[in-house]
């Protein structure tokens, strides 16, 4: 009898070691490599010297928008901010990759550039200074109206895109 019970607590025990024992993984988007004292972003309404006019506004909707789905920095005011994140959407340009039977052009790719900084407003210097680019294709069709339907979701896919990538640069560093 006693050796059974003693393999009962030795099973027990094992079971329980394993059970409460961690292995190092964890969920990503939950933890994150800023110094401790950076908690709030502000996000300035992106400057735009590209040549295409008033997209700033939607890009710089698309960037908050990320900001707050991921939730570990938070938006703030100004005045209240750790982080102040300056942008320009310095370059926008429409290129054409691929033409069909006819000649007509087919699929086309946007390039985008946005020249980012971003400063620690606690210890007043600059956190970081980038310059980011992102393209997104999209395909083109006889009718103008559904190319420009494309063309509009494209710009948007592509202006989330680097609103993940500036949560993720920011949060995560890297």
Known sequence: M???????WLLSFSISCFLFSGCGYQL??????LPPHLKTIYISVFKNTSSQPEI???????V????????????ARKDNADLIMDATLNYYKLRNVSFGSQDL?????????VQL???DQVKNKIFMEKQ???????KSTSDIATTERARLEA?????QDLGRRLVSLLVDQF
């Open 132 to 138: 980011l680019q992102t393209q997104w294709d999209y």
């Open 64 to 75: 908050l928008r990320s900001f707050i789905s991921d939730g570990r920095l938070k938006v």
């Open 2 to 8: 006693k050796p059974k019970k003693k393999n009962n």
């Open 117 to 119: 900084k971003v400063t």
């Open 28 to 33: 990503v988007g939950t933890g994150n490599t």
């Open 155 to 159: 710009v948007d896919l592509a202006f």
């Open 56 to 62: 700033h506004r939607e890009l710089t909707s698309a």
């Open 105 to 113: 052009v087919s699929n086309i790719i946007i390039e985008l550039g």
